[in-house]
């Protein structure tokens, strides 16, 4: 069992499975630090090289933060793979840390089996300002940013039942997309909890969201938006690998009081990379933000559900 640190200044460690750590510097400022790294979701290097820079950069703003530097994170098969596929997934990484506003500044690589990409991010925040999943309250509604399926999707191009096209004009560019507009337009409300949909899926994460803040979550299955194919993929049979690790986490927390077919209910495990924003905010002004995050082209933005008084659950509506 791993001791938590006394230091006054650690203002966010792991005791509440908060997205990133956060260290106060000085009064005005506060440092966020994370780590994260994925294997290739697709083939495409240039791709994957975004996709996993912006999946590492979000949990930067997940905490309210704005991103500084970043180091490459890197595992690569050198003597199978041509280093021009290296080069390619660098680049794309290096472009998104760029439109980030942030700066590359080095990293490390090892050789290994099977490529991994990924970035350690430090940000900054001012001390009083930080976002976590601890302050929902009875009362807020929940906004999610960004479509569920990216996990059934990724694994449903590679046995050949979707098609790679459709995932590169319909769903990377949304993957890809940082969550830089999405916290820009919500630090302009009073948010209460905030998390990134990842590997746990939308249960997963609202799970963390409710025992940290010791509330319910209700969420509204047809207010989730998700991504075109997705439940067709896994009417076809396709699936994931953490799907069941994912529902065995929550299976003591989750109630489900309408009536759903299994592809719906496989959606609310399916691991998300480089997922949405999830915002807790009273439920007068979360329309006004809904709005504001459609003016920045964040049209995939619903609210999906609300806090309510109760044990640390979820349930489906």
């Not at 506003?101 to 991994?116: C, I, N, Q, R, Y």
């Not at 337009?185 to 590997?199: E, K, Q, R, S, V």
Request: some cysteine; overall charge negative; aromatic content about 6%.
């Amino acid at each position: 069992m791993l001791t938590a640190s006394n230091d006054p200044n650690l203002l966010i460690g792991f005791e509440n499975a908060d997205d990133a750590a956060v260290y106060r510097l000085t009064d005005e400022i506060a440092m966020i630090h994370t780590i994260d790294f994925i294997t290739p979701p697709v083939d495409d290097p240039y791709w994957f090289g975004q996709i996993a820079a912006a999946n590492s950069i979000s949990d930067i703003y997940s905490m309210g933060g704005i991103p500084l530097t970043a180091l490459n994170v890197v595992m690569f098969p050198s003597k199978i793979l041509d280093m021009g596929v290296l080069k390619e997934i660098l680049r794309g990484g290096n472009d998104k840390v760029i439109e980030a506003g942030a700066s590359l500044v080095g990293g490390h690589s090892v050789d290994d089996e099977e490529p991994k990409f990924g970035l350690c991010v430090n940000g900054k925040v001012h001390p009083e300002k930080i976002l976590t999943n601890k302050g929902a309250q009875p009362g807020d509604a929940l906004i999610l940013t960004k479509p569920l399926g990216t996990g059934v999707l990724f694994n449903a191009v590679r046995s050949n039942k979707f098609d790679f096209k459709n995932l590169e004009s319909l769903i990377l560019p949304s993957v890809a997309a940082l969550n830089k507009n999405a916290i820009e337009a919500a630090l302009d409300y009073p948010i209460n909890a905030c998390t990134d949909i990842t590997g746990f899926g939308i249960i997963g994460h609202c799970l963390e969201v409710a025992k940290a803040s010791a509330v319910e979550i209700r969420l509204s299955f047809n207010s989730l938006p998700i991504y075109p194919g997705a439940l067709e993929m896994y009417q076809k049979g396709e699936t994931t690998g953490s799907n069941k690790g994912n529902k065995k986490l929550s299976q003591d927390f989750l109630r489900i009081q309408r009536k759903i077919k299994s592809p719906q209910k496989e959606i609310l495990f399916d691991p998300q990379t480089s997922g949405g924003l999830l915002f807790s905010l009273p439920e007068l002004t979360a329309q006004k933000l809904l709005e504001s995050l459609h003016l920045k082209g964040i049209h995939d933005a619903r609210i999906i559900g609300k806090i309510t008084q109760g044990l640390p659950q979820i349930i489906i509506e």
